[in-house]
């Protein structure tokens, strides 16, 4: 079984328009965690949640919503997507302690390309 | 928030040994060093995180110098199948626990 599983993996759609992506991880991990991969590879985060609380938020627009309903899942949503947010979006998780984040698990990723 | 200096891009030959170093000179107390390799079109992977000294498991080794201020990951006798992006970071306790920042990385290329 996969550890954590994004959808979809491939998203085309027009500047405008709202999407989301979805993750789920059967880790029974706490903590989940946005990141952004652009065309240069530079890898940022974007969120973390820790037992559906929001806890990082690292300075990401309004257009960007994440929503966790359960500890399992962290969504992202994304509203009048701008050429800039093509990327590679990567959901992760982490069963840290309280010093030391721990492990990160990555899903495969979900490649947004905006028209 | 404590940056990452890294190569690049490193060549190497199967078989050999490859000495990735990572400079971190601001690095705070609670701040651990940890690796990540990422293959195309796949999440980065873990490989090894330390705090001081030397670590080791089946796939690495990491060192860390006492003044903690730089890394070394090594990969012994690599394989084509190595040839990856390779992430150090440093974070991830204390006050910046949950935050773990990737830098550009450096890409490893394993020639035949």
């Known amino acids: 079984d996969t550890a954590v599983s994004q959808t979809p993996k491939y998203l085309v759609t027009q500047m405008g328009n709202d999407k989301s992506i979805k993750c789920e991880q059967n880790?029974?991990?706490?903590?989940m965690y946005w990141y952004k991969q652009d065309s240069k590879k530079f890898l940022k985060i974007m969120f973390s949640?820790?037992?559906?609380?929001?806890?990082i938020n690292e300075t990401v627009p309004n257009r960007f919503s994440p929503k966790s309903p359960d500890k399992a899942h962290l969504n992202l949503h994304i509203n009048s997507l701008e050429l800039g947010d093509s990327a590679v979006y990567f959901c992760?998780?982490?069963?840290?302690?309280?010093?030391?984040?721990?492990?990160?698990?990555f899903g495969e990723g979900s490649r947004l390309t905006v028209l | 928030l404590a940056k990452t200096t890294q190569p690049i891009s490193m060549d190497s030959y199967e078989g050999q040994e490859v000495n990735i170093t990572c400079s971190h000179n601001?690095?705070?107390?609670?701040?651990?060093i940890t690796w990540y390799q990422q293959f195309p079109s796949q999440g980065p992977r873990f490989i090894i995180q330390?705090?001081?000294t030397k670590v080791t498991n089946e796939v690495a080794s990491l060192f860390i110098p006492a003044d903690r201020k730089s890394s070394t990951l090594s990969l012994p006798r690599v394989s084509l199948s190595d040839t990856a992006v390779y992430y150090c970071l440093v974070g991830g306790g204390g006050s910046t626990l949950g935050r773990l920042y990737f830098g550009r990385g450096t890409q490893l290329t394993v020639w035949p």
């Open positions: 949640y820790n037992n559906k609380e929001l806890i």
């Open positions: 880790l029974g991990h706490d903590t």
């Open positions: 992760a998780s982490s069963q840290g302690t309280p010093t030391n984040t721990g492990e990160l698990f």
């Open positions: 330390g705090y001081k």
């Open positions: 601001n690095i705070a107390t609670n701040d651990y």
